[in-house]
Each structure stands twice: as C-alpha cells, then as structure tokens.
C-alpha cells in the first residue's frame, strides 16, 4: 500500500500496490501494522456499505462528536464518487479547510479519515457502492452534520444533487469554535 498525505493533516490517500499475473492481480487493501506505524487508528470496530442506485446522489457532510468521534477508511467498490473531508478540528493547522478526491472501483483508491473530519460523497455514476471501514463505534447521539454547500467552504461539488436525503438538507451551516 503507498499512503500519500493529503493537505490536510492526518489524512492519506492510499493506493493499492498490486501484484500482477494471468490471472489479474492481489493486493492488500488495509495493514494494521502499515496502520500503526503511521500512527493511524488500526483496529476496525465495524464496516459499513452504502449502496446508491442514482448518480449525483449527494450523502454528507457527517461527523460524529468527542468522546465518539470516527476515525474512517473509504474505498469505492463499485462505480465512482467524488469524496469531500472538512478538518472541524479547532486546534488543527487545517483547521476550515477541505480537500476532495475521486474514489473509483477501477483506481482502487481509498481515503483515511481522522477523527475530527466532516465526510461526505457525490455519486459519479449510477449503481455506485461504497465500503466504510470504521475505526470507532456509531453513536448516534453524537451524530452530526453540515450543510453540504456550506459557503465557508465553497466545495466544488460537480453538479447539484439529484438526491439528497431530508436528514442531509437539514443540516445547518457550521459554527466554527473560534466566533
């Protein structure tokens, strides 16, 4: 696995190193000891799948709040999003900032989340599937979110969404820690 750090910190875009032959290839898609010598969150509480049968599908922007905040690991395992993390971490050097990657079935590419990150996708095609490996608990007391065109931070999401769900509209703008 190449883990290559985002420009937000503590978060890495990892790509699979696989091994080829006649028969296509192997590859790891998570290490916990890769995981642990990088100082990342390594031992996975509980997976999770969202199936999304509609491209432009809007899902976000989730966190959950200390003391059951999710550290997560995303890969898409069918079709293609557009993934968003916002670092909401008040004492962050990125603090407010975001960075957004395309999460493919054909690149493989997954995106380590720390905890401290807001989350969400835009479906890129029809019948997308997303695996979520969860570092930490649901807790859906601590469940939060933010509107998921929040104008503090302008995401360039790639079109406006064909679905969205009520819980997601309803979300408001995010009350930044130093106002």
């Given amino acids: 696995m190449n883990f290559t750090p985002?420009?937000?910190?503590g978060a890495y875009v990892i790509d699979?190193?696989?091994?080829k032959d006649d028969r296509g290839f192997f590859a790891r898609?998570?290490?916990?000891?890769?995981?642990?010598?990088?100082?990342?969150?390594?031992?996975?509480?509980q997976s999770n799948i969202s199936y999304n049968k509609?491209?432009?599908?809007l899902r976000g922007m989730h966190y959950q709040q200390?003391?059951?905040a999710e550290a997560k690991l995303v890969t898409c395992i069918s079709g293609s999003i557009f993934d968003v993390i916002i670092d909401i971490r008040p004492t962050s050097a990125t603090?407010?900032?975001?960075?957004?990657c395309e999460l493919t079935s054909s690149n493989r590419r997954s995106i380590y989340i720390p905890e401290g990150f807001a989350h969400g996708f835009q479906t890129l095609e029809d019948h997308s599937e997303v695996l979520y490996q969860m570092f930490d608990f649901f807790s859906p007391s601590h469940a939060r979110g933010i509107r998921w065109n929040d104008e503090?931070?302008?995401?360039?999401w790639p079109s406006s969404p064909a679905v969205i769900s009520d819980k997601?509209?309803?979300y408001s703008d995010f009350e930044r820690a130093d106002r």
């Fill in 6 to 9: 985002t420009s937000l910190t």
């Fill in 16 to 19: 699979v190193d696989p091994i």
């Fill in 29 to 45: 898609s998570f290490c916990q000891n890769e995981f642990s010598n990088l100082g990342l969150k390594s031992v996975i509480a």
């Fill in 54 to 57: 509609v491209k432009n599908t």
């Fill in 66 to 68: 200390p003391p059951y």
């Fill in 95 to 100: 603090y407010m900032q975001y960075f957004c």
């Fill in 152 to 156: 503090s931070f302008n995401i360039p």
């Fill in 168 to 170: 997601d509209m309803s």
